[in-house]
């Protein structure tokens, strides 16, 4: 099996995981926000444990304390905006949304990084946040907490991305990744301790598989960026929504409208866009000592990976 193929397999599964995590998400019945964010978090610790065993204390080793921290904090709180925005919205509505984390981040490219963004991008990210407007459609929809919720864990999804680029320059992934995990779980610990009770089985076993499938995605999708460039299987992730779609009408027999489809072919089409033409202006090459394993020195988000997922994780 050649390379492509074999990214192309982990981006499908990838994609797959992510939308099972939202989707036994949306099947808890009275679980707050917090006990779900906490248990995200926590399940990150619990994915990195088996190479912190292996490793020691050697992963705990950072350059850049600041910034894990910072990363920490938008993780935080990017996936609780990202938890509400799944609750109550549509699978195929929240989905989309996530998706405009690439337009965020062209946006604040420029001012935060001094990139230089050519008017093409400029013009993509514009027809996107278009999309968006057919999407929430102000003035027809009223614009719901949930609604603002998911497009701003795609702001803060952006921040994931650009400080992740910082953080890649000198961290392993799985220092990234473990790192994650305690700021959001400590983070988490005190907005979710008043309201820790036993949810029930049905409800502790959907918050132990979504706790897990998070990182797994991670993990896949972050093996499928080390066989390919991330533009290379752009159009492979947006499966994603295709998946979304179909849970959401088998399982909460979800409609899907005209002007969700319209909104999401905008959004999709310019993230692609943008995701190419960021691929073509880049000339340094991904650092050659990122090997494949979660102990590498490429992270989850060195390359454009918010372009193609929001996980924005």
């Known amino acids: ?16 995981l992510f939308n099972l995590e939202a989707s036994l998400t949306k099947l808890m019945v009275g679980v707050p926000v917090e006990t779900i964010l906490l248990v995200r978090s926590f399940g990150q610790l619990v994915w990195v444990a088996p190479l912190l065993l292996r490793t020691g204390p050697d992963l705990l080793r950072t350059k850049q304390m600041p910034m894990q921290m910072l990363r920490g904090l938008l993780s935080l709180i990017s996936w609780g905006l990202y938890y509400i925005g799944f609750l109550h919205l ?7 949304l996530s998706f405009t984390s690439v337009l965020f981040i062209t946006a604040l490219a420029g001012p935060l ?18 999309g968006v407007l057919l999407v929430v459609r102000p003035g027809m929809l009223p614009m719901s907490w949930p609604l603002a919720a998911s497009l701003l864990s795609a702001f803060f999804g952006a921040g994931i991305a650009l400080t992740t680029r910082s953080l890649a320059r000198t961290e392993r992934t799985g220092t990234i990744m473990l790192y994650i995990g305690i700021f959001t779980t400590v983070g988490a610990l ?24 998070g990182p797994a995605g991670m993990y896949l999708w972050i093996g499928a ?3 390919v460039d991330a533009s290379a299987i752009a159009p492979v992730t947006y499966v994603r929504l295709v998946f979304a779609a179909a849970t959401g009408a088998v399982l909460f027999q979800e409609a899907i409208d005209n002007w969700l489809v319209a909104g999401a072919a905008l959004i999709v089409g310019s993230a692609l866009y943008i995701t190419r033409q960021g691929a073509a202006g880049r000339v340094s ?16 988000d060195s390359h454009p990976r918010s372009a193609c997922d929001p996980s924005r994780r």
């Open 90 to 96: 549509t699978l195929a509505t929240a989905t989309v």
């Open 285 to 300: 090459p991904p650092p050659p000592h990122a090997v494949p394993g979660s102990s590498g020195s490429a992270a989850p």
């Open 190 to 213: 005190p907005f979710a301790w008043g309201g820790l009770a036993w949810p029930g089985w049905t409800n502790a076993l959907l918050l132990a598989g979504m706790g897990l499938l």
């Open 225 to 227: 960026l080390r066989l």
């Open 1 to 16: 099996m050649s390379p492509i193929q074999q990214a192309v397999l982990l981006a499908v599964a990838a994609a797959f």
């Open 113 to 130: 990084l001094k990139e230089e963004v050519g008017w093409r991008r400029w013009a993509a990210t514009l027809v996107g946040f278009a």
